[in-house]
């Protein structure tokens, strides 16, 4: 590995030259990190080294691992009732993006993922229903305009001012410039994602129509 030179072996007569030397050494790489390169052993756990990517990498299991110090989280929120035009139909949800994501920009509909990755995404929904008949709400990611397999989250409620909160979190994978996007129908237009204010029952904060937080796991 590239740790740029050993410390100088003592040597000759003098001894100051040497200490001079070593002193020199100390002073150039107490608070660096090695460099990662191709080829370099990971038989030890627990070497730390700088990958030029960016990034430190640790040796685990065999295998050198990214350490996440940053670009990867971020949350989102409607804070406001979200109503359906048209039952039957699909909307991409617009979120409002916390101030202090990194890593995750949002433009419009779409949540763009700065680095590529293995990112945590979690989503609720405070979903509400103004009819006494059955209401039927869907919710499902959309990864670069195109549906994910198998991740539709399907919802009910039976009641007249009947609400929940529906829930899930998956791990998806997502390379730089990937985008995401939260896509919803409701078979009713008597169905919502409610929002509700503060202190309506006691002093608890106000709750949020919909929520998205996003946190990459490791690279």
């Not at 070497?47 to 050198?64: K, M, N, Q, R």
């Not at 617009?94 to 995404?121: H, K, M, Q, W």
């Amino acid at each position: 590995m590239s740790i740029g030179a050993f410390p100088p072996p003592p040597g000759g007569p003098e001894w100051k030259p040497w200490g001079e030397r070593l002193n020199d050494y100390l002073r150039r790489v107490r608070s660096h990190l090695a460099f990662f390169e191709a080829g370099d052993s990971a038989k030890d756990d627990g070497i730390i080294l700088w990958d030029a990517t960016g990034y430190p990498v640790v040796s685990s299991g065999g295998e050198f691992k990214q350490i996440v110090l940053a670009d990867g989280h971020g949350d989102f929120f409607i804070t406001s009732d979200y109503a359906y035009a048209a039952a039957d139909t699909t909307y991409l949800l617009s979120y409002t993006a916390d101030t202090n994501n990194e890593g995750l920009p949002i433009n419009g509909t779409r949540i763009t993922f700065s680095e590529t990755g293995y990112y945590l995404v979690s989503f609720s929904a405070q979903i509400f229903s103004s009819s006494a008949s059955t209401v039927e709400f869907v919710f499902w990611p959309k990864k670069n305009g195109t549906n994910m397999t198998g991740s539709t989250l399907r919802a009910a409620l039976h009641g007249n001012a009947e609400t929940t909160v529906v829930s899930r979190a998956v791990i998806i994978h997502a390379t730089a410039n990937d985008y995401l996007e939260v896509a919803t129908a409701c078979n009713s237009t008597n169905g919502s994602l409610k929002a509700f204010a503060a202190n309506g029952i006691s002093d608890e904060p106000a709750c949020p129509a919909t929520t998205l937080t996003i946190i990459r796991v490791h690279r």
